[in-house]
């Protein structure tokens, strides 16, 4: 089974990001590389990125034919993702494992949800 | 047929006896995979344009030991005394035991110590013959997932004291059926929408039914080998008629039943009429059973639900679990009625394994429907399509929510949703 784990950040984490040392921002920055070693050494991760912020956003729309970017950041949104692990895993537990050693999962920002296979019996 | 595909059919066929001879003269599995894969790559490029050799087993063992030998050098110290007894000669073409070697590698692949998802791309390579760029397209995972989880999976067996011969003979049963399972992943796997993107996929039902059909030539009287391998054929020969051109999945009571597969029915019914007359009744025959009473009906309204059921109950007795359980519910409604099936579902339910099964719902749902309360079958269709972890299950719980919903003046008619499997 193919899950996402969804690494979110918000104006807290934000500020408590600026407000480690840079010791500190290492060795948060190290848990990711480290997960992200033996998630490929474990043959279970697809794929893994961190994104750039949120205001180099663009959001898309199409009217009437036409496709009209606006620029971020969009107010609206308290929480956004700020990275995500691709993993394939026997079991969800196992993936809650993984992301429990992300640093963001401290502040309750990391969620897990199945992705849908493309595989199934018909009814 | 391409000569390229003559190729890579009799290529995939080689595979895992020049494998087995290698292995046999040389030990060490895992260099000897990585040196008959390369092997295979070579072939797959030179053999379309200059020709098949006169003896292409020969060629392949020939070139596979050169690169074995190559790798080895280049490997530890602790490598490199084992491959001071190599010999260089290439082999002696047709004294290889195939028979024999084909089984114990697909063993050796699903091998205790492997996770499943392992032993599906090591059994896929090294007995199925695909290489890990094939096989990373048909899990829609990256190559290097793949090759990882290979590389790995080939160091576990050497740790764990793996070996390429066959097991004690009271091992054997359980080995034989770890390999039914991963066979059966790879069917699964590739029963899918068989459209556009999904080729690919679909391809390893293609492959599944074929190392099955291997297995049950070193395995004639193993009755849950050939259940196995009845069940896929009696499965597979519904495709024609299980997707509509949008993709979507058709229920097995509306399909066109003069699509399917007539030859593929034929010889699962056949399979698993001998079987059953003669082995010992297990999981996979009961199944391919239940399948071929399906394949066997002309129309949806003949199906003999009566014997569906008892062979539910039959499979509830040596295999129960969640999933036989709501089959067999269903069943249940098309025998004594929906309301009898319901008060039933309502039992299972407080089963915990059940409860927060997302089947449930789904069966919910159409146990409703057919009862005509299809207020209530809308709500569970759309409660169910929200927990399942299949797209194109998903797409048709929607599409039987949809259905049902109260239209200006009243609802539709007809359209019963299928059993849900």
């Known amino acids: 089974m193919k899950y996402l784990i969804m690494v979110y950040s918000n104006p807290m984490t934000r500020t408590v990001w600026q407000g480690f040392s840079p ?7 190290q848990a990711h590389a480290a997960l992200n070693e033996d998630l490929a050494a474990a043959g279970e991760l697809i794929v893994s990125q961190a994104l750039a912020d949120p205001s180099l956003a663009k959001r898309v729309s199409v009217r009437e034919g036409r496709t009209i970017t606006s620029d971020g950041p969009f107010a609206e949104a308290k929480e956004h993702l700020a990275g995500f692990y691709l993993v394939e895993c026997e079991t969800i537990e196992h993936v809650i494992e993984h992301a429990a050693r992300i640093p963001e999962a401290a502040f309750g920002l990391v969620e897990v949800r199945p992705v849908l296979e493309p595989n199934g019996l018909e009814p | 047929m391409k000569l390229a595909t003559q190729v890579e059919d009799l ?8 494998l087995g001879a290698l292995v046999r003269r040389y030990g060490g599995f895992d260099t000897c995979e990585d040196a008959v894969q390369e092997a295979l790559l070579a072939a797959a490029v030179q053999w379309p344009t200059q020709g098949v050799p006169g003896d292409p087993k020969g060629w392949l063992i ?4 050169r690169r074995q030998t190559e790798l080895l050098r280049n490997e530890s110290a602790r490598r490199r005394r084992e491959a001071t007894a190599i010999r260089l000669e290439p082999a002696e073409p047709g004294t290889a035991p195939e028979v024999d070697d084909t089984l114990a590698l697909l063993l050796l692949c699903c091998h205790p110590s492997l996770t499943p998802v392992s032993q599906v791309a090591l059994t896929l390579r090294a007995v199925g013959g695909l290489s890990t760029a094939e096989i990373a397209r048909a899990l829609l995972v990256p190559e290097a997932t793949v090759a990882q989880r290979i590389s790995r999976a080939k160091q576990r067996i050497r740790t764990s004291g793996g070996e390429f011969r066959m097991p004690p003979p009271d091992e054997l049963p359980a080995r034989v059926t770890a390999v039914l399972r991963v066979l059966y992943l790879i069917f699964n796997e590739g029963y899918t929408a068989s459209s556009g993107t999904a080729l690919h996929r679909a391809e390893l039902t293609t492959e599944a039914i074929r190392l099955a059909r291997q297995l049950r030539d070193r395995l004639p009287d193993d009755g849950e080998v050939t259940g196995l391998l009845a069940l896929m054929l009696l499965t597979d020969a519904r495709r024609p008629a299980r997707t509509r051109p949008d993709g979507t999945l058709v229920p097995l009571a509306e399909q066109d039943r003069s699509r399917w597969d007539a030859a593929s029915i034929a010889e699962g019914v056949r399979l698993i009429t001998g079987t059953l007359a003669t082995a010992p009744i297990g999981a996979y025959q009961l199944q391919a059973a239940i399948a071929a009473v399906h394949d066997e009906s002309r129309q949806a309204a003949d199906t003999d639900w009566r014997q569906i059921l008892g062979l539910y109950d039959l499979l509830q007795g040596i295999a129960p679990g969640p999933m036989v359980t709501l089959n067999r519910i269903v069943a249940v409604a098309m025998v004594h009625g929906p309301e009898v099936a319901l008060r039933q579902l309502t039992t299972a339910e407080s089963d915990p394994a059940l409860a ?11 146990l409703l429907d057919i009862a005509g309360d299809r207020e209530a079958a809308r709500t569970y269709y759309q409660l169910a399509a ?8 998903k797409q048709y719980l929607e599409s039987r929510a949809a259905h049902l919903a109260p239209p200006d003046g009243g609802y539709p008619s007809g359209g019963a949703g299928g059993p849900v499997r």
């Open chain 2, 356 to 366: 927060r099964h997302h089947r449930v719902h789904a069966v919910r749902a159409h």
């Open chain 2, 62 to 65: 020939t070139v596979a030991s």
């Open chain 2, 386 to 393: 929200r927990r399942t972890l299949s797209l194109p299950e």
């Open chain 2, 11 to 18: 290529l995939r066929e080689l595979a895992p006896q020049v």
């Open chain 1, 23 to 29: 010791a500190e921002q290492a060795e948060a920055w």
